[in-house]
């Protein structure tokens, strides 16, 4: 698990360096088979090392390492058990926090919102590392790669720590753009025509632009 709890503390350093996360605030997880390495609790992520993170078992059981997992363990483990997902990334991005704090949804206004699955859900509020905030959280993802969490933040899941991480960004930019888009007037939402003509083109191998 050693190359696994470095590529964490990478992905880490990532997320404090472009300011997805504040302090000790935001966890990164990543599983392979039964194990999961996640980042621990009461550490900066941008000061993490590899010993830091400890390994457990998808039940929760501390495998090795010296320091307490995450508070939001429960939330990670209920989405690999849910989820195909080997990896996830949660944050407290600015603007995916403004979004998640006064909207129930983040509309398709840019049609790369298909990339994380569409419509992006918020997740329902519930108290940090509870079994319902996790149960809020599995809800909010079904069908999708990411989902903002109600007066919270962000999470995202991938099949690698790198496509959880992008997921993440992206997810960030559409919640600025949207932001954004609101200081010069209503934003315009992409309708259903709009986003199937999008996937219509892309599955004929004509690309993103």
Same mark, same amino acid.
């Given at each position: 698990m050693m190359e696994l709890q470095k590529e964490l503390c990478r992905y880490g350093h990532r997320a404090a360096a472009l300011g997805l996360v504040i302090g000790t605030s935001g966890n990164l997880s990543v599983r392979r088979d039964s194990l999961v390495t996640v980042t621990p609790s009461g550490v900066a992520l941008d000061a993490l090392t590899p010993d830091d993170c400890p390994v457990l078992t998808l039940h929760g059981e501390i495998v090795s390492g010296a320091r307490a997992p995450s508070s939001e363990t429960p939330m990670?483990?209920?989405?690999?058990?849910?989820?195909?997902?080997?990896?996830?990334?949660?944050?407290?991005?600015?603007?995916?926090?403004?979004?998640?704090?006064?909207?129930?949804?983040?509309?398709?206004?840019?049609?790369n919102a298909l990339l994380l699955g569409g419509t992006v859900r918020v997740a329902e509020?519930?108290?940090?590392?509870?079994? #319902? @905030?996790? &149960?809020?959280?599995?809800? $909010?993802?079904? +069908?999708?790669?990411? %989902?903002?969490?109600?007066?919270?933040?962000?999470?995202?899941?991938?099949?690698?720590?790198?496509?959880?991480?992008?997921?993440?960004?992206?997810?960030?930019?559409?919640?600025?753009?949207?932001?954004?888009?609101?200081?010069?007037?209503?934003?315009?939402?992409?309708?259903?025509? #709009? @986003?199937? &003509?999008?996937?219509?083109? $892309?599955?004929? +191998?004509?690309?993103? %632009?």
């Open positions: 990670h483990l209920a989405l690999y058990k849910a989820t195909g997902a080997q990896a996830v990334v949660h944050t407290h991005a600015m603007f995916g926090t403004v979004v998640a704090s006064t909207l129930t949804e983040l509309p398709p206004i840019h049609y509020y519930a108290t940090y590392g509870t079994p #319902e @905030l996790a &149960a809020h959280v599995v809800e $909010a993802l079904h +069908g999708r790669q990411a %989902a903002l969490m109600a007066n919270h933040g962000s999470v995202s899941i991938g099949r690698t720590l790198e496509e959880a991480f992008e997921a993440t960004r992206l997810l960030e930019w559409l919640c600025e753009v949207y932001v954004r888009a609101l200081g010069v007037g209503a934003p315009r939402v992409l309708t259903e025509d #709009e @986003l199937v &003509a999008v996937i219509e083109r $892309a599955s004929k +191998g004509s690309g993103n %632009a």
